[in-house]
């Protein structure tokens, strides 16, 4: 059981690194206008819509209060894919019982 918590730790750590950050990297690049970071944007607004709120409101001045709202969002992903990445292994492993 214990291994299953650290395999699914690690996993959504991951998970929640690659897609909170690649979000927050395209909201960085926006002023760019590129089809890619358009994308990319709508692909992770889960995650970037309050970072995106506080560069429309304020402009890039503000980025390290956006950074700050990325890192409590990083959070709040990583815990909710632990939670569902750990009863999805719990499940498996109970079949596989």
Same mark, same amino acid.
Do not use: H
């Given at each position: !059981?214990?291994? $299953?918590?650290?395999?699914?730790?690690?996993?959504? %750590?991951? /998970?929640?690194?690659?897609?909170?950050?690649?979000?927050?990297?395209?909201?960085?690049? !926006?002023?760019?206008?590129?089809?890619?970071?358009? $994308?990319?944007? #709508?692909?992770? !607004?889960?995650?970037?819509?309050?970072?995106?709120?506080?560069?429309?409101?304020?402009? $890039?001045?503000?980025?390290?209060? /956006?950074?700050?709202?990325?890192?409590? $969002?990083? %959070?709040?992903?990583?815990?909710?894919?632990?939670? /569902? #990445?750990?009863?999805?292994?719990?499940?498996?492993?109970?079949?596989?019982?």
């Amino acid at each position: !059981m214990n291994s $299953i918590k650290n395999k699914s730790c690690i996993t959504s %750590f991951w /998970v929640s690194f690659l897609y909170v950050g690649i979000g927050t990297l395209c909201l960085f690049l !926006m002023p760019l206008n590129s089809l890619f970071v358009t $994308i990319v944007n #709508i692909l992770t !607004m889960p995650a970037i819509f309050i970072g995106f709120g506080i560069l429309y409101g304020g402009g $890039i001045n503000n980025w390290p209060l /956006v950074l700050l709202a990325q890192l409590i $969002i990083f %959070f709040c992903f990583w815990l909710l894919i632990y939670r /569902v #990445i750990l009863s999805r292994d719990i499940k498996k492993n109970k079949e596989n019982e």
